[in-house]
């Protein structure tokens, strides 16, 4: 009873609380956005007490206002939610922002799934899930996102830089360039491209290319993988209609182009 109360009370801070960042220097700010509030408390609780600040939300639409206003390091999305779903929100946010996002799902929501990673969502998990799980996610994530701490290995990269004709990938900036065009790419389609990149002519199988993006022991679907390299071609030949570099080897992987 105990237990049950407590849960209570900390849902109804939260919903007081709504869109206000609890944050401390030098913690990370994760945003959740659910309308359940057995996930959104639990949850919360969860990464306060891993030293995680908090901004939460209880419907897309005040997300959206929030999340652009006071952006955060990464933010968790449920797909169904009123006043705006988690897919909308997810393209509204794409239009602006590339935070790194996973979003939330059930079991009968493939498509939503599919639709999420082509939209740009980084990663997804389907409830019911492990907070164990989530937490290791957005760790593996935000580790991911902390660009350029992670060295660049060999193939010509120097100050985290990896040149390869018209694409120019820059480690610090988090920047990627075509023909001098800015291409926006969220956290996980600039690791995946920069694997590509780093070894052209090269086969790069799936499950290479999820340890390099993922990081090694994160079970991912295959079809995340094709999913992200649709959309990275996308943004690619919309500043370049030609884009050909990004080649796909059935039932093997990919590779980039050699010049």
């Known amino acids: 009873m105990r237990i049950f109360c407590h849960y209570w009370f900390v849902y109804i801070?939260?919903?007081?609380?709504?869109?206000?960042?609890?944050?401390?220097?030098?913690?990370?700010?994760?945003?959740?956005?659910?309308?359940?509030?057995?996930?959104?408390?639990s949850v919360f609780m969860m990464?306060?007490?891993?030293?995680?600040?908090?901004?939460?939300?209880?419907?897309?639409?005040?997300?959206l206002q929030g999340l652009l206003s006071r952006p955060v390091d990464l933010a968790v999305l449920d797909i169904k939610m009123p006043r705006m779903d988690g897919i909308e929100l997810l393209q509204?946010?794409?239009?602006?922002?590339?935070?790194?996002?996973?979003?939330l799902s059930s079991k009968d929501e493939e498509i939503d799934q599919l639709?999420?990673?082509?939209?740009?969502?980084?990663?997804?998990?389907?409830?019911?899930?492990?907070?164990?799980l989530l937490l290791e996610r957005i760790r593996a994530l935000l580790r991911r996102n902390d660009v350029n701490k992670i060295e660049v290995e060999g193939g010509g990269a120097a100050n985290g830089m990896v040149v390869r004709g018209?694409?120019?990938?820059?480690?610090?900036?988090?920047?990627c360039r075509w023909n001098n065009e800015d291409i926006q790419l969220t956290v996980t389609e600039?690791?995946?491209?920069?694997?590509?990149?780093?070894?052209?002519?090269?086969?790069?199988?799936?499950?290479?290319?999820?340890?390099?993006?993922?990081?090694?022991?994160?079970?991912?679907?295959?079809?995340?993988i094709d999913s992200h390299i649709k959309r990275i071609r996308k943004?690619?030949?919309?500043?370049?209609?030609?884009?050909?570099?990004?080649?796909?080897?059935?039932?093997?992987?990919?590779?980039?182009?050699?010049?």
Do not use: C, W
């Open 13 to 41: 801070i939260l919903i007081f609380m709504n869109g206000v960042i609890d944050m401390e220097a030098g913690k990370y700010v994760i945003a959740l956005v659910d309308d359940d509030r057995n996930i959104l408390t």
């Open 47 to 63: 990464l306060e007490a891993d030293g995680f600040a908090v901004q939460t939300y209880t419907d897309g639409e005040s997300a």
């Open 92 to 103: 509204r946010l794409r239009n602006r922002s590339q935070m790194p996002v996973i979003m």
């Open 115 to 132: 639709m999420g990673l082509r939209l740009g969502a980084d990663d997804y998990i389907t409830k019911p899930f492990s907070q164990r």
């Open 166 to 175: 018209s694409l120019t990938l820059d480690d610090l900036r988090h920047q």
């Open 190 to 224: 600039f690791l995946l491209t920069k694997a590509l990149a780093m070894r052209p002519g090269l086969v790069k199988s799936r499950d290479q290319l999820i340890d390099a993006a993922y990081g090694e022991n994160i079970y991912v679907d295959d079809r995340t």
């Open 235 to 259: 943004k690619f030949r919309q500043v370049d209609s030609e884009f050909n570099k990004i080649e796909t080897l059935y039932g093997i992987g990919y590779r980039y182009k050699e010049d």
